[in-house]
């Protein structure tokens, strides 16, 4: 099976812009959760997905935001980004909430 | 209550010698612990995990020990191998009420010298 798809992998934005990430989950894996790493904080949840919904948060402020479709593909955007946004935003996803999270390999934001 | 802390942050070992990382929680709702490991440029992948209910589990020469009553569980890694030099986050979920939601600790980046 094909892993995880995150689309773009680097991307460079300024102060102000928003972002979207696309995230492609593995083939019939129907929850999906976003990470962001740095590092000065190292990984922290941003929210997760599943079939449609989001089931949980992290502690992020409201620009951070995210969806998913029904076919289970994900995005996250960012709006009025700033420079503590720089970091790179992982994907993971897994057959159900419960199991074992499968990430990919991130997409790398820098915010000038 | 929802940290989890890893030690120690950077480890240096010398090749076929044995790694050990260290977590330590608070959250006694925390009922899955698994590993991860992180190449440069790469996204963490899942090494080996454990749940409450053992106090070992054993994956080739990767070795999870669990001390539920200390809160406490650590990677254990025989024989290593330059190739397993790499950054390593424990993390820990309570998977049933939580929604997939993993809090990793801070990593430690482990240097394995030929």
């Known amino acids: 099976k094909a892993g995880v798809t995150q689309t773009p992998r680097y991307l460079i934005k300024t102060r102000g812009q928003q972002v979207t990430l696309s995230c492609s989950p593995i083939?019939?894996?129907?929850?999906v959760s976003w990470y962001q790493q740095t590092p000065g904080q190292g990984l922290q949840f941003l929210f997760e997905?599943?079939?449609?919904?989001?089931?949980n948060k992290g502690n992020f402020p409201g620009r951070f935001s995210g969806r998913q479709f029904s076919n289970s593909r994900s995005e996250m955007n960012v709006s009025t980004l700033e420079l503590g946004d720089s970091a790179l935003y992982l994907c993971?996803?897994?057959?159900?909430?419960?199991?074992?999270?499968?990430f990919g390999p991130g997409t790398r934001l820098t915010v000038l | 209550q929802q940290q989890v802390k890893q030690s120690p942050q950077s480890l240096i070992v010398q090749k076929g010698g044995i790694s050990i990382i260290n977590c330590a929680y608070e959250?006694?709702?925390?009922?899955?612990f698994p590993w991860y490991q992180q190449f440069p440029g790469k996204g963490p992948a899942l090494l080996i995990a454990?749940?409450?209910?053992?106090s070992e589990k054993k994956e080739g020469r990767f070795t999870i020990s669990f001390n539920k009553s200390a809160k406490q569980f650590s990677l254990h890694i025989m024989d290593s191998q330059p190739g397993d030099s790499a950054t390593y986050f424990c993390?820990?979920?309570?998977?049933?009420?939580?929604?997939?939601?993993?809090?990793f600790g801070q990593g430690t980046e482990l240097s394995v010298k030929p």
């Open positions: 993971a996803s897994s057959p159900l909430a419960t199991d074992t999270q499968y």
């Open positions: 997905y599943f079939s449609e919904t989001q089931r």
């Open positions: 993390a820990a979920s309570t998977q049933y009420n939580q929604g997939g939601k993993l809090i």
């Open positions: 083939s019939g894996h129907r929850s």
């Open positions: 959250n006694t709702a925390f009922d899955y």
């Open positions: 454990i749940r409450p209910d053992v």
